[in-house]
């Protein structure tokens, strides 16, 4: 497998909107099985195929413990949101920063799995935000568009002037990132 190199804020390429997926062939499970190598070697919980240029409807995400349940969404849609809350939230292409962000924590997410059929899942609490999250990044958004303007110029302007020298693995005990 491949390790894919993850675009960080603020790379131009992050703002493309992601096209639909016409078919899940071997190319695209290639692609899938890199993404989720890509996510676990930098300690992320999810990963949207924007973040490595691919300008393609797809993310992957494990939020397990033991780092053994990886789910693959291709072309995911949400179909309901409920119980809007408050999240820390920390992203691969964004690293070293985590802010509060609200999004719905619970959701019903559709769409293609790695096998190429089509499923429906609820998912709650650290899932359903890193599916929006990631849906967000297939958008061309990022969690630091749901922050102030200064907040978001500072960060913009840290990574630019800390470009070589930023961790991206997340210390035990951070919150998330994705
Ligand atoms: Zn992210």
């Known amino acids: 497998m491949t390790r894919l190199t993850i675009l960080e804020y603020p790379d131009p390429r ?3 909107k992601a096209t639909p997926v016409a078919e899940v062939d071997a190319r695209l499970r290639t692609l899938i099985d890199d993404m989720l190598e890509s996510m ?23 939020v397990s413990e033991e780092k053994n349940t990886p789910l693959v969404f291709v072309n995911p849609e949400v179909l309901s949101r409920e119980e809007i809350g408050t999240m820390q939230e920390g992203c691969l292409s964004v690293p070293g920063f985590y802010e ?12 293609t799995g ?8 609820d998912a709650e609490g650290l899932l359903a935000v890193c599916v929006q999250h990631e849906i967000d990044h297939l958008d061309g958004k990022l969690f630091v568009d749901y922050l102030s303007e200064l907040k978001r110029n500072r960060i913009r302007r840290k990574l630019e002037k800390d470009q070589r020298q930023r961790v991206t693995d997340s210390a035990p005990g951070r919150a998330p990132a994705f």
């Open 14 to 16: 992050l703002r493309t």
């Open 40 to 62: 676990y070697v930098a300690k992320g919980v999810g990963l949207a195929a924007t973040q490595v240029n691919v300008h393609k409807r797809l993310l992957v995400a494990d």
């Open 100 to 111: 509060d962000v609200n999004r719905a924590h619970r959701i019903r997410v559709k769409a």
């Open 114 to 121: 790695r096998d190429g059929k089509t499923f429906e899942m």
